[in-house]
């Protein structure tokens, strides 16, 4: 008996030859690009900032707890796994937040062509560094005694 698999992987070309390949292509058949990537990271990042608004739930759950609860928050988030958390969390918002402006770019109607795709893609990557490099530098900056 054949594998009911092997009925899904025929499909024709435009000229009307069999082949045989996949009929909904999966992440390894494709070669990443930019775009591709971009699109997962906004995933990631979304559920990124989802966690990190958690975080920052029980930052100010604690403080209106009181000063014994906000001092072990505060503990925490000095840790060093708490700044890697926080950090990333930046890293995060600021990526959806960028991302999101060009969503918005796209909604009305401007950067559909390849390379505005392409360099609007870069400048949500880079505005992302540069944001979240200035935050953290001028917050640690502040602290400086």
């Known amino acids: 008996m054949k594998d009911v698999r ?4 025929v499909a024709h070309t435009s000229e009307g030859k069999l082949v045989r390949r996949p009929l909904s292509p999966h ?12 699109s ?3 995933r990631v990042t979304g559920l990124a900032v989802s966690a990190g608004t958690v975080l920052l739930v029980w930052w100010l759950v604690a403080a209106a707890s ?3 609860a ?4 505060q503990g925490f988030l000095g840790s060093p796994v708490g700044l890697f958390m926080l950090f990333g969390w930046t890293a995060a918002l600021f990526y959806h937040f960028f ?5 918005l770019a796209w909604d009305a109607g401007y950067g559909y062509d390849l390379p505005q795709t392409h360099a609007s893609g870069w400048a949500v990557v880079i505005a992302t560094v540069v944001a979240t490099v200035l935050t953290w530098g001028v917050g640690l900056w ?3 005694p």
Request: charged content about 10%; overall charge positive.
């Open 142 to 144: 502040m602290l400086r």
């Open 27 to 38: 992440l390894q058949v494709y070669t990443p690009q930019l775009t591709s990537i971009l």
């Open 40 to 42: 997962i990271m906004n």
């Open 6 to 9: 092997d009925a899904l992987m």
């Open 66 to 68: 009181g000063p014994s």
């Open 70 to 73: 906000f001092a072990t928050v």
């Open 99 to 103: 991302g999101g402006l060009r969503h």
